[in-house]
């Protein structure tokens, strides 16, 4: 089969590779129909995240058909259209039986290296490097899905692929940021980072948690563009605005009272000097994680508020200032997203047509396109804000969807 | 935008989560005794670990203070009693290794060790015209049963032995999934 496979920072290719097999009573096959490119892969494609190895297939967030179950999955049958989440989860252990599935005890073989790394070793992802598992990702025609019996959703034939392929990843990690956030009715929130998360966070604010202000936060027009149209914000761009000031404005003096990052670990800065020493610090293995976002909300959130953190960190970041965030009583909630708790609930949302998360697709095209669509994404040409690889479909048939 | 007060919106109804959004939904207050959970497994084994660390500390002083007593308790010759304040002194340090330390784990298996040794010379004993058969017996019944407790809980500790783990025992296999990593090497790790 065709897979998409990462060789190195900056380089990632379609390679012949061999099928997936089962190899655990409890795996299943599906034949991928749709599978995104997420903002997180951009970590793994600029080399931020260790332990990537050369070949490794990556990609998590897959939709498709099953076409082969192990004896040990009796929920799911050939034939059925399913939305497969990033999150390998036994359902059986103590954190699964929490709902808390992104922290599964049981799914990640190499746990070991994971409490080197971080104390604790968290669940195994879809194609996310060997710290969380070494599992090869759905960016491919055939993906092989772990622990099958607790992970994808069975999803309605009729339903457009485009509809529901983001349960399995992004939609349920911006509401979560929104649910994290602990949003009260007509609070304001202010959204940094409007790619696909950050838009997914300002809707599910807005339409499930009744927020009343949206304060989206970025530098790339159309990015903004997209959350003042689709999510009714109003918008900061960074590189002409001093984000901090324009915040007190807006809430007269008083800040947001929730702080979203949907930015994470590789946060431009503006010029600011925080930012270039973090780029310096980074470029030389001094610090692994540019926390400029994270500082400029904490700074910026309102005294007792709380602060939610989706974008993805990996390691260590510098001069977080922990005295503002404490004297200033602030929360932090975080972590990777419970897929399996959210994707029931989001689903019926989609089907109720509470919302449509197709909204954010700018690009449909072939999984052999894939590498060049990594680079147009990366440096956000073409108005790039989201990728839908189509494994199915002939490379030369490549759409822009021209939103 | 307007400031704070002015964005507050009268609340109308119930704004109580729907019973359908499971994630949202209010649970009530757990009960915080519950809250503290821990793998009944896991403590049921750490509290035999301590018994049997004072077991051992209770033996080994016994041995060491009155071993002509404990000779005769146990059927061994009378005359080899000195021999048991060694078996004494081995014995306190099983208990010193069990209770002196957050792991016990080295300590019981140093226990099933120590349980050998006591066979031995409980079987040595034997041969002795002066020790008493019966009691021989029974000192021999109770060392296999308290040895083979001392292998459960030594077993079970080391199960629990994770910052020693290397792996994830219960993890899905990752042997045997497709990569382009063979082709990469196969071309001597040309691009």
């Not at chain 1, 979560?176 to 300002?202: H, K, L, R, S, Y």
């Not at chain 2, 119930?14 to 497994?41: G, H, I, Q, W």
Request: contains cysteine.
């Amino acid at each position: 089969m065709k897979a998409l496979c990462w060789f190195g920072t900056n380089d990632v290719r379609v390679e012949t590779v061999p099928d997936p097999e089962i190899l655990d009573p409890r795996d299943a096959i599906i034949k991928i129909t749709s599978t995104a490119i997420c903002g997180s892969d951009l970590h793994l494609y600029d080399g931020y995240m260790p332990t990537m190895e050369r070949g490794d297939i990556l990609g998590h967030e897959p939709m498709g058909e099953v076409v082969e179950t192990g004896s040990g999955v009796t929920n799911l049958k050939k034939g059925d259209k399913v939305v497969v989440p990033f999150t390998i989860s036994c359902g059986e252990c103590f954190f699964c039986k929490k709902e808390l599935y992104s922290l599964c005890d049981i799914s990640n073989p190499n746990a070991a290296t994971g409490r080197k790394v971080m104390g604790h070793a968290t669940a195994g992802l879809l194609g996310y490097s060997h710290l969380t598992g070494g599992f090869a990702g759905g960016q491919a025609e055939y993906l092989r899905v772990p622990f099958a019996d607790v992970g994808p959703i069975k999803v309605p034939d009729g339903i457009p692929d485009e509809k529901v392929l983001f349960l399995s990843d992004i939609f349920p990690t911006g509401y979560m940021a929104a649910e994290n956030a602990e949003i009260e009715p007509g609070d304001t929130v202010a959204v940094w980072g409007c790619g696909p998360v950050g838009q997914f966070a300002m809707k599910s604010a807005r339409e499930f948690f009744e927020a009343e202000g949206i304060i989206a936060i970025d530098n790339v027009p159309e990015r903004l563009e997209m959350a003042k149209r689709e999510c009714g914000a109003e918008t900061i761009n960074f590189d002409e605005e001093n984000v901090y000031e324009r915040l007190q404005e807006m809430t007269g003096g008083r800040g947001p009272d929730r702080c979203i990052d949907a930015v994470g670990c590789e946060a431009l800065a503006g010029g600011m000097l925080d930012g270039i020493v973090d780029s310096i610090k980074t470029a030389t293995m001094l610090a692994t994680d540019r926390v400029h976002v994270l500082r400029q909300a904490i700074w910026s959130c309102r005294k007792g508020g709380t602060i939610s953190i989706p974008g993805v960190y990996v390691g260590a970041g510098d001069k977080i200032p922990i005295g503002a965030m404490m004297n200033k009583g602030l929360t932090l909630k975080t972590g990777q997203t419970h897929m399996q708790k959210y994707m029931p609930m989001l689903l019926k949302k989609i089907e109720m047509g509470e919302i449509d998360p197709s909204f954010i697709i700018t690009h449909e095209v072939a999984l052999d396109n894939a590498p060049e669509m990594y680079d147009t994404f990366k440096n956000k040409q073409d108005g790039c804000i989201k990728v839908v690889l189509k494994p199915g479909m002939n490379g030369s048939t490549a759409q822009h969807n021209g939103h | 935008m307007q400031p704070r007060e002015q964005l507050q919106i009268p609340i109308q109804g119930d704004l109580s989560p729907k019973e359908t959004e499971r994630s949202v939904v209010k649970k009530p207050t757990p009960d915080l005794a519950a809250m503290k959970y821990r793998d009944p497994e896991f403590v049921a084994t750490g509290k035999l670990a301590s018994a049997l660390g004072v077991f051992s500390l209770g033996l080994g002083l016994a041995e060491l203070l009155a071993p002509q007593q404990l000779a005769k308790l146990t059927g061994v010759d009378e005359e080899k009693s000195s021999h048991l304040r060694v078996l004494g002194l081995r014995e306190i340090g099983h208990g010193l290794a069990i209770l002196g330390s957050k792991k016990p784990t080295a300590g019981v298996w140093s226990r099933v060790g120590g349980d050998i040794i006591d066979l031995a010379f409980l079987g040595g004993s034997l041969n002795s015209t002066n020790s008493n058969k019966t009691r021989l017996a029974l000192s021999t019944a109770a060392v296999l049963g308290v040895g083979a407790l001392d292998a459960l809980v030594a077993q079970r500790l080391s199960s629990q032995d994770w910052a020693g783990a290397e792996g994830n025992p219960g993890a899905p296999t990752t042997e045997g999934q497709p990569s382009a990593r063979s082709a990469f090497v196969e071309n001597g790790g040309v691009r």
